[in-house]
């Protein structure tokens, strides 16, 4: 036991733990893994690591833990668990600030679940170009990428005869603040879309 | 009293019928609102996933568009827009350095002016629900209904300071002044999934059965939300939801201000009923309704 203890290959990075705090101004040393946080959570039991585990994941350093488990892209940012941290961590804020540095470092996400930063992209790109989410054009889109044409195409037709979707995009005069906006803050922060 | 208003994306697409109902309802209660025509997207949660600065400009450049048209309340019936709103707000009242690259992203130092609010505090808070009731035409007698608050309208508590965060209860006063028989039930805030309808729909459909399963089986006839999100999930998946868990729940999916437009008279054209996918007419009419 001990043996495999020691052949165990632990990458600490004492850096991570600080980056994650200074993005989400929170102090995961407050946390005494009281488990509310993952017992409330909707979406804990697809998770390969619960939120319990990921916050002290941050504080041991653990960055390859962290970013390597499903659970900040599992989670739905409902705020239950931030709702109910008796010691006030912002717990979906933290998630939120591993998802920035997968955005940040551009990092490899198994496939699984890499439909959902995909599909953040296409939203943000979506709404980059006209100012306003563009629901027709999102979902095309992310069906190009997906290759999953077939998927929902029932309901599309269904919610299309209800004259629910638009099937044209609405933009505002202002677009191309729109775009500067984009642009001018990911360039603070390092990032491309 | 005039306010300006914030539909967000989804109330000018897939979620038309909410923006129409409340218009509907803002009217007959003598409240005047104005639509700040520049108007962009408030980025949403892929804006809060990917980006920090982002996620506070977006809905600060919004807010800077409604301050310099000197109004001083907007009004923002998507729950997904208005935690938006109100969470950069928070941010940047607590970090002075995002602040500050917010103003230079949109060349703007946005003052502060401008105070966000769902029509359910405005109808509750503004209007007040003894008035309300004096507006009640057709009492909504007979409709056994819950209301589905969702996530984002309550929580955070520390960012949206709006209602009782575990079990919120202004949609419930609202429809019953409406006369609606408004039943008590576990999943007032529970999660739908949201964000995941197209992503992880899988798991949307886990959520939302446990939703429906208790909505059916406290009694309920329909479910009332405040949240394109919410409806969208709800309202559109039932089909699906009987293919992978074997329940039909037939359960319509209704946003209060349209059960609300209804008490007070409106037709059910202008409510935009029929664009259910669930379709809500069977009800009214075995409950006498229409």
């Known amino acids: ?105 551009a990092l490899e996400i198994s496939d699984d679940i890499k439909v959902i930063p995909l599909f953040y992209r296409i939203a943000l790109k979506n709404i980059r170009t006209f100012g306003r989410m563009y629901e027709v054009g999102m979902i095309a889109a992310l069906k190009f990428a997906t290759r999953e044409f077939f998927k929902d195409l029932k309901l599309g037709v269904k919610m299309g005869l209800k004259g629910k979707l638009k099937i044209l995009p609405e933009s505002p005069k202002n677009r191309k603040e729109v775009k500067k906006i984009f642009d001018r803050a990911l360039e603070i922060e390092g990032k491309k879309l | ?29 003598g409240l005047e609102l104005h639509e700040v025509p520049e108007w962009i997207c408030c980025g949403t949660t892929p804006a809060h996933s990917a980006s920090r600065v982002l996620s506070a400009a977006l809905p600060i450049k919004n807010l800077s568009i409604v301050e310099k048209e000197n109004f001083t309340e907007v009004a923002v019936p998507c729950a997904a827009c208005f935690q938006s709103l109100k969470s950069a707000v928070y941010e940047t009242g607590h970090d002075e350095v995002l602040k500050q690259q917010v103003d230079k992203v949109i060349d703007y130092s946005y003052q502060g002016k401008v105070r966000i609010r769902h029509p359910l505090d405005i109808l509750t808070n503004d209007v007040g629900i003894d008035k309300i009731k004096t507006f009640v035409k057709k009492p909504l007698k007979g409709l056994k209904i819950v209301c589905y608050y969702g996530c984002l309208l309550t929580r955070p508590p520390k960012v949206v300071a709006f209602d009782n965060t575990e079990y919120p209860e202004t949609m419930d006063e609202i429809l019953k002044v409406c006369k609606a028989d408004v039943l008590d039930w576990s999943y007032k805030t529970d999660c739908c999934g949201a964000s995941f309808a197209l992503s992880r729909t899988d798991s949307v459909l886990k959520l939302t059965n446990l939703i429906l399963e208790n909505a059916k089986a406290i009694g309920a006839d329909a ?68």
Not at chain 1, 46 to 52: G, L, T, V
Not at chain 2, 3 to 24: F, N, Q, R
Not at chain 2, 233 to 262: C, E, H
Request: aromatic share 8%.
């Open chain 2, 223 to 290: 479910i009332a939300v405040a949240c394109p999100l919410c409806h969208a999930n709800l309202d559109t998946r039932q089909d699906d939801i009987y293919k992978k868990y074997n329940a039909r729940y037939d359960l319509p999916v209704f946003y209060f201000s349209q059960l609300m437009g209804l008490a007070l008279g409106a037709d059910i054209k202008e409510l935009g009923l029929k664009k259910h996918i669930v379709d809500p007419l069977k009800l009214f009419k075995n409950t006498g309704l229409i």
């Open chain 2, 1 to 29: 009293m005039i306010y300006a208003y914030y539909p967000g994306c989804s109330l000018h697409s897939t979620a038309s019928e909410y923006d129409a109902s409340i218009k509907v309802v803002f009217k007959k209660l």
């Open chain 1, 1 to 105: 036991m001990i043996k495999k203890i020691f052949k165990m290959k632990i990458k600490i990075d004492s850096g991570f733990r600080e980056e994650i705090e200074k993005d989400s101004g929170q102090n995961v040393n407050l946390c005494f893994q009281c488990m509310k946080c993952t017992a409330g959570c909707p979406m804990a039991d697809e998770m390969n690591a619960s939120p319990a585990r990921i916050v002290h994941a941050i504080r041991l350093g653990l960055k390859d833990k962290v970013l390597k488990s499903n659970t900040m892209w599992v989670c739905a940012s409902c705020q239950t668990c931030t709702t109910r941290c008796p010691q006030d961590i912002d717990i979906a804020e933290l998630m939120e600030a591993c998802r920035h540095i997968f955005f940040k470092e």
